[in-house]
């Protein structure tokens, strides 16, 4: 299985070391693509991401717009935002759009009365 972590953080010596123990316990070779955000290069990056099953999100301060569109045009069944918001979220058919399109106003009330 393909995954791409797209991050501004360079320290991830915590998730590599929780990759390899994954994949000598559970037996399983995973294929992780790490884009930093500060190192992009938009033809490169699109390529990268549309071949990805699963997308990891992991950027402060927002994405470059050909960035959102190479993630929003990728093939991967699961893109999980790990902060903020979940615009881009997808798990399967269900997407960051269609929980917000879901959600219901609660009547205002005073917690005060």
Known sequence: MRFVLISTKTS???LFDAIESVEKEAGVKID???IYVCDLDSADVASRISKADVILIDVRGGMPRFLEDAVLGSQ?????PLIGPAPYLRLGNLSGDTIAK???RFPAFNVCE
Do not use: C, I, P
């Open 32 to 34: 992780l693509d790490v």
């Open 12 to 14: 991830l010596k915590t």
């Open 76 to 80: 991967a069944r699961v893109v999980v």
């Open 102 to 104: 879901r959600q219901k």
